[in-house]
């Protein structure tokens, strides 16, 4: 069975810097494109970044582009997003889902979801 699960977050404060990691179950983790969405009180999910099952092609919300990098390492079946000059704005429930076979930018569609990480971040 496939489950993502998500790890990493946390309380920092604005400018600083943090490093989400989603370990994922089952089998073929190579063959899902993986996403991480965030949710802040209030808001809609709203999609952050995401990475093609090689890691070859990475996607990025304009808000955060610049200052995260998503990446993935195939052999831990790991997808992490690391998260620099971190802002208020940045606070949210961050999630990882996974898509098999294709790359998606939305929440809906997605095949798998996380119960997703708090990270909050101070001004």
């Known amino acids: 069975q496939v489950q993502p699960v998500e790890s990493g977050g946390g309380l920092v404060q604005a400018g600083g810097s943090l490093r989400l990691s989603c370990a994922m179950s089952?089998?073929?983790?190579?063959?899902?494109?993986m996403d991480w969405f965030r949710q802040a009180p209030g808001k809609e999910r709203e999609f952050v970044a995401a990475?093609?099952?090689?890691?070859?092609?990475?996607f990025y919300a304009d808000s955060v582009k610049g200052r995260f990098t998503i990446s993935r390492d195939n052999t831990k079946s790991t997808v992490y997003l690391q998260m620099n000059s971190l802002k208020p704005e940045d606070t949210a429930v961050y999630y990882c889902?996974?898509?098999?076979?294709?790359?998606?930018?939305?929440?809906?569609?997605?095949?798998?979801w996380g119960k997703g990480t708090l990270v909050t971040v101070s001004s």
């Open positions: 889902a996974a898509n098999f076979g294709v790359v998606l930018t939305r929440p809906a569609g997605m095949d798998y």
């Open positions: 089952g089998r073929a983790f190579d063959r899902y494109a």
């Open positions: 990475i093609s099952m090689s890691g070859g092609s990475t």
